[in-house]
């Protein structure tokens, strides 16, 4: 019986594909209060996961539109707190949501990752 394994990246992987520095990875990780916690091997390395991306993703817009930390901090737990309640509610909803999501991170990669070779 095969067992499916959530697919991890590590954090020079995740500071490639964000754009973000390993440094504001970690800062982010303590001041963002539990928004952004890697899985952890059995070493102490940190390991993240699509879901983690979609996080760093919608920390980076809410940066760009100049909010602090703290206010980031507020309106993504009030969100994720939000959108529990809608995944109870409907599930079906809930997933096209993150499939658009996740579609979306890997067209701003795709389209980061063109312009710099330009």
Same mark, same amino acid.
């Given at each position: 019986?095969?067992?499916?394994?959530?697919?991890? &990246?590590?954090?020079? $992987?995740?500071? !490639?594909?964000?754009?973000?520095?390993?440094?504001? *990875?970690?800062?982010?990780? /303590? @001041? %963002?209060?539990?928004?952004?916690?890697?899985?952890?091997?059995?070493?102490?390395?940190?390991?993240?996961?699509?879901?983690? &991306?979609?996080?760093? $993703?919608?920390? !980076?817009?809410?940066?760009?539109?100049?909010?602090? *930390?703290?206010?980031?901090? /507020? @309106? %993504?737990?009030?969100?994720?707190?939000?959108?529990?309640?809608?995944?109870?509610?409907?599930?079906?909803?809930?997933?096209?949501?993150?499939?658009?999501?996740?579609?979306?991170?890997?067209?701003?990669?795709?389209?980061?990752?063109?312009?710099?070779?330009?």
């Amino acid at each position: 019986m095969a067992t499916s394994e959530v697919k991890t &990246l590590t954090i020079d $992987e995740v500071s !490639k594909l964000s754009g973000l520095s390993k440094h504001t *990875l970690r800062f982010w990780e /303590r @001041e %963002l209060e539990g928004l952004i916690v890697p899985l952890r091997t059995k070493g102490g390395q940190r390991r993240y996961t699509m879901t983690h &991306l979609l996080v760093i $993703e919608e920390i !980076k817009k809410l940066k760009r539109k100049n909010l602090s *930390l703290t206010d980031i901090n /507020r @309106e %993504l737990n009030a969100s994720f707190n939000s959108e529990e309640e809608d995944y109870n509610s409907n599930p079906v909803d809930a997933l096209v949501n993150e499939i658009g999501q996740i579609v979306r991170i890997a067209i701003t990669n795709f389209l980061n990752v063109k312009m710099n070779k330009e």
